[in-house]
């Protein structure tokens, strides 16, 4: 028996050497072969060996453009962006005429937010195939990127021409026409898609939300109920009922909607999950949490619905409560990528930064194709102050999964927020036109266009988003802004009080109204409404941290001391809190009091640069010039960005004259990023004046005393620097300017008289 099996062996062993010598001979069988094991690995999902095997045909075909278009939809699987467009653009450049790879080219332009050559890529291929439905709709879908609604109706157009029962095809021209306020064309569309598809949940509210833009709620509502006829289980759709019910200030008829979800879905964890997700986007965190619990108490062990419970609980900052979830997660599925970037939030909310990133970078390897991981996973760098990362993992999600309105809304916060509003318009932009009855959209968008100073695109927004959800507070104190920023005093306190009204038991809400009250010259009256408020609001901490520095605005610091400290007793993690008392302790040059707030500040959001700045510019103020360093060089290890900490760090090398070169690249940096700060302009000029370099510090000079002229610093640098270019005359106009001033310190108020003496 031994023998005979070695013996087979040694046959199967020639057979296939015989093979390989005679593919060996004829190259082209040999490159097919290779070309259908790839493909076979292709369809089990092995794309590495998959890319093996096409690579092996193209060594012995360098242009066989099949074994190039494979490689790239490999390449594609496994998120090689750069390796698939090399291998698409080599598959167009050996046959032009491949339209498969150039629509592949396409989408990749679009899914890189390329919008201008996708647009190209599409009409290229229109004009050798004018009946091609994917560059129709690569067309209109880079139009829409390209903010060109009227010029994509063409192509959406074309697409339901092409695809007359493809519901899809028709929404999407829907959207566009409501976009361009075509709303009779939107509304035929809309029921066409409805009448091709009558049992999906997204053509019947997608037809509900536009009647309920337009106004026409018992329209709105009848779609919905003619949609939970022709699919009596949709619970989408019920979700949507309530929601444009609640909206429409119908709350008792929207809980009634959910009871009749309830009552017809009594197992479903699936129905549990969206009325929680229903709660939960009205910030009623208590009754997301009592439906979720009802959902385990069906389906006990639901690892989605434990997987949502730990998402409030992070959420709403209940630690203890998501790590016991997590707990429980953790040994029913332990191999799942999202309770794996749950952990990692988790470490973040317990100030385990470090950890949490580590773990955190670990855990995408393998949810490398999961939108929602990447989206999590952005939510946690964004948390951690890491931007950048929580930008590139949101560009992730959306590459993954085109439209996802959370990662969508992520990316328009975090432009928001590093002030780069034209980019956070576009994607605020994308929600609005993808859901246009949405409120919360519209609101962003119009907050965006108030960042931007578009006060009537702003009020036109907002309006919408009034009529869609009257009763959102969060509407009328933009447009409070808005008509406080037009100076349209009237209405402005209108909408405040509206708002106010609305949210009461908010803190920030009122703020909002005593910010423009202040503005309006009018504190006192800000203060009584706060006072108002803690009075009825015992256990609020923000209201007594706002009262305080109401009150400290006024110099009215004892007072302002009683409620800082007040609001620490009822919250002792109340972050603001420690930072308006530091700052009132610095106001009465308590500097190591004000210091040992910041730092309490500083243990609850660790490395954060902001706080590690400010520690610095204490230590600064006090002379300790090692202990500044040290509070500067963390919060740039932290932030490396952050163009204060820079410019202070390259302040104290210049005063100590160490790592000069260091120094001019750090003050460079932070002058870069913020070229309008005089004081930033004034270090790289320090610095420069350090290291020799007169005649360049000069012009930064002359501009930071233009800027502040009451400066006695700038005025001083700038007659050092003069003096030392030989500009006598100018030099000792500017240090006798600054001695007059009386605000230069000891030291440098010594070296100014030593050096205008020397010109005598």
């Avoid at 939510?379 to 999964?401: C, H, K, M, T």
């Avoid at 869609?468 to 507070?473: K, Q, R, S, T």
Wanted: glycine share 6%; hydrophobic share 45%; with cysteine.
């Amino acid at each position: 028996m031994g023998s005979s099996r070695k013996l087979k062996a040694a046959v199967i062993t020639i057979f296939a050497a015989v093979l390989l010598v005679a593919c060996a001979r004829d190259p082209q069988k040999a490159k097919t072969k290779y070309l259908a094991a790839g493909e076979k690995y292709m369809k089990k999902g092995q794309y590495g060996d998959a890319s093996i095997e096409f690579r092996n045909a193209l060594r012995l075909d360098p242009r066989f453009v099949d074994a190039y278009y494979q490689l790239a939809q490999a390449d594609l699987a496994q998120r090689e962006w750069q390796a698939a467009y090399a291998s698409l653009s080599k598959a167009i450049d050996i046959d032009p005429g491949r339209v498969d790879a150039r629509l592949d080219l396409g989408r990749l332009f679009f899914a890189a937010r390329q919008f201008d050559r996708a647009n190209d890529e599409a009409i290229s291929i229109l004009r050798e195939d004018p009946n091609n439905v994917g560059a129709h709709q690569l067309l209109g879908a880079a139009l829409i990127g390209q903010q060109k609604p009227d010029e994509a109706v063409e192509s959406f157009v074309r697409v339901t021409q092409l695809l007359p029962n493809d519901a899809r095809a028709f929404i999407n021209l829907a959207l566009v026409e409501v976009s361009l306020r075509r709303y009779a064309d939107a509304e035929e569309h809309f029921k066409k898609a409805v009448a091709i598809d009558p049992k999906s949940p997204q053509t019947n509210m997608d037809l509900a939300n536009f009647y309920y833009l337009q106004g026409k709620l018992p329209a709105a509502q009848q779609t919905l109920q003619t949609g939970i006829q022709n699919n009596p289980d949709a619970f989408e759709i019920y979700v949507d009922w309530a929601n444009i019910l609640l909206n429409a200030g119908k709350a008792k008829d929207a809980d009634g909607v959910l009871d009749q979800l309830r009552n017809r879905l009594p197992k479903s964890p699936e129905a549990a999950i969206a009325i929680a997700d229903y709660y939960a986007n009205r910030s009623d965190m208590e009754k997301a949490l009592a439906e979720l619990q009802r959902g385990l108490s069906i389906a006990p062990g639901n690892v989605d619905i434990e997987k949502r419970m730990e998402e409030l609980y992070l959420t709403s900052n209940r630690v203890d409560d998501a790590a016991k979830m997590e707990g429980q997660l953790v040994k029913q599925a332990p191999k799942d990528p999202l309770i794996k970037v749950m952990h990692g939030r988790l470490l973040l909310a317990q100030g385990k930064n470090q950890e949490a990133l580590i773990e955190l970078g670990n855990t995408i390897k393998g949810a490398a194709d999961s939108a929602q991981a990447h989206y999590y996973l952005g939510v946690a760098y964004w948390q951690s102050q890491s931007a950048g990362q929580a930008n590139a993992e949101f560009q992730e999600a959306i590459r993954l999964s085109p439209g996802f309105a959370l990662a969508l809304q992520g990316l328009a916060e975090i432009n928001l927020a590093q002030n780069h509003p034209a980019e956070a318009q576009a994607y605020a932009q994308e929600m609005v036109q993808n859901a246009p009855a949405d409120a919360h959209y519209r609101i962003l968008l119009g907050e965006i266009f108030l960042r931007e100073g578009q006060l009537s695109a702003a009020e036109e927004q907002l309006l919408t988003a009034s009529r869609l959800a009257p009763n959102e507070a969060q509407t009328h104190l933009d447009l409070g802004k808005v008509y406080a920023a037009a100076k349209k005093w009237p209405q402005a306190e209108t909408e405040f009080k509206n708002a106010t009204q609305l949210d009461g038991g908010n803190a920030a809400t009122l703020a909002a109204y005593a910010d423009f009250l202040v503005a309006r010259q009018q504190t006192p009256k800000a203060i009584a409404l706060f006072q108002q408020f803690v009075a009825a609001n015992t256990n609020t901490s923000e209201g007594h941290v706002k009262l305080g520095s109401l009150q400290f605005d006024t110099n009215d610091t004892n007072s302002a001391l009683a409620e800082f400290e007040k609001a620490l007793q009822l919250d002792p993690k109340n972050i603001e809190g420690y930072v308006h008392l530091g700052a009132l302790y610095e106001a009465r040059h308590q500097i190591d009091e004000a210091i040992a707030q910041y730092q309490k500040a500083l243990s609850l959001k660790p490395n954060f640069a902001p706080f590690l700045t400010m520690i610095g510019n204490l230590c600064l103020e006090k002379g300790d010039l090692e202990a500044a360093r040290k509070y500067f060089a963390q919060a740039v290890e932290a932030d490396a960005h952050f163009a204060v900490a820079n410019a202070n760090l390259a302040w104290v090398d210049a005063q100590e004259g160490k790592d000069l070169d260091v120094a001019l690249g750090l003050a460079q940096s932070a002058r870069s990023q913020m070229p309008e700060v005089p004081s930033i302009s004034d270090t790289l000029a320090w610095v420069m004046y350090k290291k020799g370099n007169y005649l360049g510090a000069i012009p930064l000079l002359q501009e930071c005393v233009k800027k502040s002229p009451e400066s006695a610093q700038y005025r001083y640098h700038l007659g050092l620097a003069l003096m030392a270019a030989g500009q006598k005359d100018s030099g000792k106009t500017q240090l006798q300017a600054a001695l007059q001033m009386n605000k230069l310190p000891p030291g440098d108020k010594e070296l100014a008289q030593a050096t205008l003496a020397k010109t005598r």
